[in-house]
């Protein structure tokens, strides 16, 4: 799988296309699954694992992995699938990947291809999936279904991460002005949306959330249709990236090419890390950047918007 990431430049061109890439795999199955190039560092054979005390069941050891020690996760079982056997490790690979400001690899059982397609002929899960389900978004491929792994998921049981606020991170003062206000939230990933919106309500903002770009491109629309200022209504919009129908980069750049929604303040939230992002942003005229997840500088980046903005 040499070439998985190519150049910045050439990535970049992908964004406000609406466009993405994903690498295609198996687990132990024929279902195809995939995942976004954007967060692949690496595939490789599944190098040696060793074996951690008291370690979560998921992860089946940690790598030596270019001078880094990284764990490694069982795509299969943390799905609540079939994991792979003991036996068949050494002829199954690993995607290396950084979500979130980690990076870990997941174990699974064949590396297909990359594809590039369009957020558009991306879909939310089936209604009948249940929110118990895995799976971020689902299209058609050559005839076959292709299922996009909720990964935020998969981290956030096996590996969670501090979700509240530190007491003394936002002040009272604070807090009183932060209830003035409303943010919108666009994340397709429901444990996503639950963490910001967690941080957000417990500092005192009102939030409203929306499951991705087109709905939340519909919904602001139709705000000022109906006469709302937009800049007056929302304090900031913060919106994922990665988003089935419409992504957070064709959203940005939809919003800034409508002189009614054109003044909202925009912060990208997202788990895609790496060497684009800078260009990303610059690209489509967000007018800011953050990784997932930290509800503290979350926290504290949205009220120094909230009071450059509305002195």
Not at 64 to 78: E, F, K, L, Q, S
Not at 198 to 224: M, P, R, S, T, W
Not at 284 to 291: L, P, Q
Request: aromatic share 6%.
């Amino acid at each position: 799988m040499a070439g998985v990431l190519d150049s910045v430049n050439q990535r970049t061109q992908l964004v406000g296309e609406n466009r993405l890439e994903l690498l295609l795999f198996r687990l132990r199955g024929e279902q195809i699954y995939g995942i976004n190039v954007f967060k692949v560092k690496e595939v490789l054979q599944c190098p040696k694992l060793t074996m951690m005390p008291q370690r979560n069941p998921v992860v089946r050891g940690v790598a030596h992995v270019r001078g880094g020690t990284i764990p490694i996760m069982d795509m299969g079982m943390a799905t609540g699938q079939q994991s792979i056997p003991d036996e068949d490790i050494n002829n199954s690979f690993v995607i290396i990947t950084e979500y979130n400001r980690k990076t870990q690899g997941f174990l699974v059982g064949g590396v297909e291809r990359i594809v590039n397609l369009n957020w558009g002929d991306i879909h939310p899960p089936p209604k009948g999936a249940g929110r118990e389900n895995y799976l971020t978004a689902v299209t058609q491929l050559d005839d076959k279904l292709v299922e996009i792994i909720d990964v935020e998921k998969i981290l956030s049981e096996v590996s969670p991460v501090k979700e509240s606020v530190t007491e003394g991170v936002i002040t009272p003062e604070q807090t009183e002005k932060a209830q003035q206000f409303r943010v919108l939230v666009v994340d397709d990933s429901l444990v996503a949306r639950k963490q910001i919106q967690n941080c957000l309500q417990a500092v005192g903002f009102e939030v409203i959330l929306k499951n991705d770009g087109k709905q939340a491109l519909d919904y602001l629309k139709e705000l000022a249709d109906d006469g709302v200022d937009i800049c007056d209504y929302f304090a900031l919009m913060i919106s994922d990236v990665e988003m089935p129908e419409m992504d957070g980069y064709t959203l940005t750049t939809s919003c800034k090419a409508d002189p009614r929604l054109a003044g909202l303040y925009i912060m990208l939230h997202t788990s895609l890390s790496g060497v684009f992002n800078n260009a990303m942003v610059e690209k489509v005229g967000a007018n800011d950047f953050m990784a997932k997840f930290s509800p503290d500088e979350l926290a504290e980046r949205v009220m120094t918007v909230v009071d450059k903005l509305h002195q």
